[in-house]
C-alpha cells in the first residue's frame, strides 16, 4: 500500500490535505491512493447541503459541526466553490463562517473552487469525500450552491441532501429548480427569525404536494404499482423510517443563532435510518454506485475510443462534412472499428 494511504487511514491530518490537492488535481499517485483507500470507506454519513446563494448554508454548515462534535463525531465539510459568482465574491466566506473550527483537530474543512474545473467537478467532489471518509471522519459534509447542474450533481453523490432555503429572497421558491426540489431529502427554511418565513414553508409544502402527485401520476401512467400509494400520507412523521416512501420534511431554523439545528440534525438521521432499513433506500443507494460506475466507464471508454480512433475520428468528420457518409453510420463503422482493434 502507498505510503500516503496508510496515513490517511491512520487520520494524519495533513496526509489527508496532501491526497485531497492530488485528488481534485488528479496528479501524482491520486488514483492508487483512491484504489488503496477505498476498501475502507462507506462508513462516512455524507450530507450534502445546497440551496440559494446567502441562503446560509455556511452559517448552518457551522451549526451542524458543532452538533456533531458535541456527539463526538470527526466531521469532514468539502466547501465547493467558495468564490461563487452568486456570492457576490466573498472569498472564502464559506470558511470564515466555520473558522471557528479550523483549529479543532476533529474537523477537516477543505475549499474546491470551481473556477478551472474540467467539467470533472462532482467526482472530485465524490472522491475528495472517500478520502475524508477513509481518514475516520464520521459525517462528511459537502457545501454547494444549488446553481447549475454540476453542483445538483453533487448533490447526488451523498447519502441526505438538505436544501437549505430562506424567506424574502423574492421568488425564492421560483428560482429553485425542479431538480433541487426533487433532490431535497430534508428542506430547511432557514433565517426563520425574517417575515416570510411561515409563507416560504406553505410554498413549500404545497409544491412537495404537487411533485408527489405528478410522480405518482406519471408512474401510473407507465403502469407501475406505486407503493407510496399504500402508506397512509396522514401517518406522516409517526410512520418513521419503516415507510416506503421518504417525504422530505421541513424543518426551521435560525442558523446564526443555532436555533432548530438539533431538529435538523435528527431529521436527518431519520433519512438515514430509512436509506438504510428499507428495500428503496438500498436500491437508491445502489442505483447511484451504478450511476458512478457507468459515468467512469463513460469517461473510461470516450477516453480510450478518442485516443485509439483519432485518424479514423477526423477522417469521419471530414466525410460528413463532405456530406459523403451520414454521421450515424460514421458513428456506427467508427464504433465497430473500435471493437476490433
Ligand atoms: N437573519 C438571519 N441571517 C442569517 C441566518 N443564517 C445566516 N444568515 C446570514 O445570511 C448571510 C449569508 O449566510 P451564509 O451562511 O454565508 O450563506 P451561504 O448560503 O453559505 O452563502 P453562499 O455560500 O455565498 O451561497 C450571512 O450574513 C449570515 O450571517 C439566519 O438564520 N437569520
Ligand atoms: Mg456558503
Redesign the pocket.
Known amino acids: 500500500m502507498h505510503q500516503l494511504s496508510e496515513r490517511i487511514l491512520a487520520g494524519d491530518p495533513r496526509a489527508v490535505a496532501r491526497a485531497l490537492r492530488l485528488v481534485d488535481d488528479h496528479s501524482g499517485d491520486w488514483l492508487t491512493v483512491l484504489k488503496d483507500v477505498f476498501p475502507s470507506t462507506g462508513r462516512a454519513y455524507v450530507v450534502g447541503i445546497t ?12 451549526r451542524l459541526i458543532e452538533v456533531y462534535r458535541k456527539a463526538g463525531r470527526k466531521v469532514g465539510v468539502v ?1 465547493v ?2 468564490s ?1 459568482p ?3 465574491g ?1 472569498i472564502l ?2 470558511r470564515i ?1 466555520m473558522s471557528r473550527h479550523a483549529l479543532d483537530p476533529g474537523v477537516f474543512i477543505r475549499s474546491v473552487a470551481t473556477r478551472g474545473h474540467l467539467g470533472g467537478l462532482s467526482r472530485s467532489a465524490r472522491d475528495m469525500v472517500r478520502v475524508l471518509d477513509a481518514s475516520g471522519s464520521d459525517v462528511v459534509l459537502v ?1 454547494t ?1 444549488g446553481v447549475g447542474q454540476d453542483e445538483l450533481e453533487i448533490t447526488r453523490t451523498a447519502h441526505s441532501t438538505l436544501v ?1 432555503m ?1 424567506p424574502g429572497l423574492g421568488d425564492e421558491i421560483q428560482a429553485i429548480k425542479a431538480g433541487l426540489l426533487e433532490t431535497a431529502d430534508v428542506f430547511c427554511v ?5 417575515d416570510g418565513a411561515d409563507a416560504t414553508i406553505r410554498d413549500l409544502e404545497l409544491m412537495i404536494a404537487l411533485g408527489t402527485e405528478s410522480v405518482l401520476a406519471a408512474s401510473r401512467a407507465r403502469g407501475h404499482v406505486v407503493h407510496s400509494e399504500a402508506i397512509d400520507p396522514t401517518a406522516g412523521e409517526a410512520a418513521g423510517p419503516s415507510r416506503l416512501a421518504w417525504r422530505p420534511p421541513i424543518k426551521r ?5 443555532g ?1 432548530g439545528i438539533t431538529e435538523v440534525v435528527d431529521a436527518l438521521a431519520q433519512h438515514r435510518e430509512w436509506l438504510e432499513t428499507t428495500p428503496e433506500g438500498r436500491a437508491r443507494r445502489r442505483a447511484r454506485l451504478a450511476e458512478e460506475l457507468r459515468e467512469a466507464l463513460r469517461e473510461a471508454l470516450i477516453d480510450e475510443a478518442t485516443q485509439s480512433l483519432r485518424p479514423a475520428l477526423e477522417a469521419a468528420v471530414a466525410r460528413v462534412e463532405e456530406r459523403v457518409e451520414d454521421p450515424y453510420t460514421a458513428t456506427e463503422s467508427l464504433v465497430r472499428a473500435f471493437r476490433e482493434r
Open positions: 440551496g440559494n446563494p446567502g441562503a446560509g448554508k455556511s452559517t448552518l454548515t457551522d466547501c466553490d467558495p461563487s452568486y456570492s457576490g466573498a466566506g464559506d463562517r457545501e450552491v437549505v430562506a432557514n433565517k426563520a427569525d425574517r431554523a435560525v442558523a446564526t443563532r436555533e
